[in-house]
């Protein structure tokens, strides 16, 4: 049971673990799609560790109960079995005989009708008169002491009386904290680093995706050529999702492509792009994130490769 759990942890922590990284990833290729499917699958994944770490939680609660319900038992059990042997010893030692019954001397017995029982009222009386001798011989005492040893106790006590001053005075300022207390300096020291790495990824992952001035590139026009391919779609599904493909990702750049034209090479699947004029690194990476990140049924799009061309080309 133990090692099933261990699994499950460990797939689990695998799963999110590669589920964080190509989201990251993804963000960095502007493939918004696998990045939605990466951030559901990552959750999914969290809430399964969680459920699993609070089953194993209520598990051992449950098995905790049990084990302090068998305790019980057992304590009663042993109790159970130790007065039963003791009733039977002292049943055997009376010779078998049924013990009477308890306070028997309050039962209205009328064979003993001419007794007189005075054990009680004698215990009370004398219990009275030694509680009145004992406050008197107080009172005695108490009119007759003097105070020499009271003052002889206080001489003997003086060595462990406190210094003038207080019990503080002359003595040196203890340290805040215990000679032999550990530094918080390495702890602070690593939530620091952690903090400066965490901030250190949000910034560069904040570079990576943000969305910048428009700006066009040095050269005439970009061209990019990929491929589409389809599981069981003819030629003309074919092209109808390159050209769907085509049109969703011309809104993807900071720059409006106007004058973009799409051409099939030849009846492979084997498409090329052409944006006049040409575009800049940050949206040539843009552009190429979201026609990778296909959103077509039984469609796959492939970058065979991209490229700028200038005057003279």
Avoid: K
Avoid at 8 to 19: I, P, T, V
Avoid at 121 to 127: Q, S
Avoid at 248 to 270: F, K, N, Q
Avoid at 281 to 289: A, E, F, K
């Amino acid at each position: 049971m133990r090692g099933a759990r261990l699994a499950a942890y460990l797939f689990g922590g695998a799963a999110a673990l590669g589920a964080a990284a190509y989201l990251v990833i993804y963000l960095y290729r502007w493939q918004w799609q696998r990045t939605i499917l990466c951030g559901v699958l990552l959750l999914v994944v969290e809430v399964l560790l969680l459920g699993l770490a609070l089953l194993d939680r209520v598990g051992r609660l449950e098995q905790r109960l049990r084990d302090g319900d068998r305790r019980q038992e057992e304590a009663r059990e042993r109790l159970r079995a130790e007065l039963l042997g003791e009733l039977r010893g002292a049943a055997a030692e009376a010779g078998a005989r049924p013990p009477g019954p308890r306070f028997g001397w309050l039962l209205d017995d009328r064979r003993d009708a001419g007794r007189t029982f005075v054990f009680v009222p004698v215990l009370m009386a004398t219990g009275v008169a030694l509680s009145g001798l004992a406050w008197l011989v107080e009172r005695v005492a108490g009119a007759t002491v003097r105070p020499a040893a009271e003052r002889r106790l206080a001489g003997r006590l003086a060595p462990l009386a406190a210094p003038p001053g207080g019990p503080t005075a002359g003595a040196p300022e203890l340290p805040p904290e215990p000679l032999d207390a550990p530094r918080r300096w390495p702890r602070a020291a690593g939530l620091l680093l952690v903090a400066l790495a965490g901030l250190g990824l949000f910034e560069a992952l904040a570079e990576l995706t943000e969305t910048r001035p428009p700006e066009r590139g040095a050269e005439t026009a970009t061209s990019v050529l990929f491929r589409v391919e389809g599981n069981g779609v003819d030629g003309d599904r074919v092209a109808l999702a390159a050209r769907q493909l085509w049109e969703r990702c011309r809104d993807s750049t900071a720059v409006p492509l106007e004058r973009a034209g799409l051409a099939a090479l030849g009846d492979d699947g084997l498409f090329a792009a052409t944006t006049y004029p040409s575009l800049s690194d940050h949206d040539t990476h843009r552009l190429l994130g979201c026609l990778e990140d296909a959103s077509v049924d039984r469609v796959r799009l492939r970058i065979v490769g991209d490229g700028s061309i200038g005057a003279s080309g």
